[in-house]
């Protein structure tokens, strides 16, 4: 998550402690007629329609948060990150990470988003810079590296669309990690979240194997 990530993110949750204070009263309401702790988080996330990760700071308020003191402090944090940002959480909703998923490349199912990348980057799938071949040799040649454990590739899906794509290479003792979005799908945050979920999916990969996160060539002229 980039650092105007977190703050969108912290700004969220400023106003959502905010909102929940001034809602008290109906925050305790569905609180007590929860189930349990999830649903309580389901029920304030709707209440005050805000994220998972604001209605989660939301269900953890201690009581020293409740005075007026505090509420003066949040509000006065929430001033100053709004001075400092020019977009909110909602304008990039994928930054944080809460529907986006990573799945195993397959090479029939992904053919399109792969081909879509291919057009788009103009580049091989190896992380080389090279002229891409046609897309079975690259496809082919993919499965190869998959199968010899030098690469892992995921496709990022966020509620059932393919977003994007990670690439992980394993090249000179390092795993080379590439984050590639649709164009349609980009400024909305999937950039980072596939990025921070990337490295879990690749620690599991290549146990022990530095991570370097690449950025992705130019388009050849």
Not at 15 to 43: F, G, P, Q, T, Y
Not at 107 to 128: L, P, Q, Y
Not at 159 to 185: A, D, Q, T
Request: with cysteine; hydrophobic share 45%.
């Amino acid at each position: 998550m980039t650092d105007q990530d977190r703050k969108a993110a912290r700004r969220e949750i400023a106003d959502a402690l905010l909102k929940a204070l001034e809602r008290r009263h109906e925050i305790a309401d569905v609180v007590v007629e929860s189930e349990n702790n999830v649903a309580a988080v389901e029920a304030i996330a709707r209440l005050l329609d805000t994220s998972h990760l604001a209605a989660e700071a939301v269900m953890s308020m201690s009581f020293a948060q409740l005075t007026i003191d505090s509420r003066r402090k949040i509000l006065a944090e929430l001033e100053d990150l709004n001075k400092q940002l020019s977009f909110t959480l909602g304008e990039r909703p994928a930054s944080s990470g809460e529907t986006l998923e990573l799945r195993p490349f397959s090479a029939e199912e992904d053919r399109d988003i792969f081909g879509a990348r291919t057009e788009d980057m103009g580049a091989a799938g190896d992380g080389s810079g090279a002229a891409p071949g046609s897309l079975d040799d690259e496809i082919r040649a993919a499965l190869a590296r998959l199968d010899d454990e030098e690469a892992a590739w995921f496709v990022a899906v966020d509620s059932g669309e393919k977003v994007g794509m990670v690439f992980g290479e394993l090249v000179r003792g390092e795993v080379n990690v590439r984050i590639w979005i649709h164009p349609e799908h980009r400024k909305k945050g999937y950039g980072t979240a596939a990025l921070r979920k990337s490295r879990t999916e690749m620690a599991w990969c290549f146990p022990a194997v530095p991570l370097v996160v690449r950025t992705p060539p130019a388009k050849p002229a």
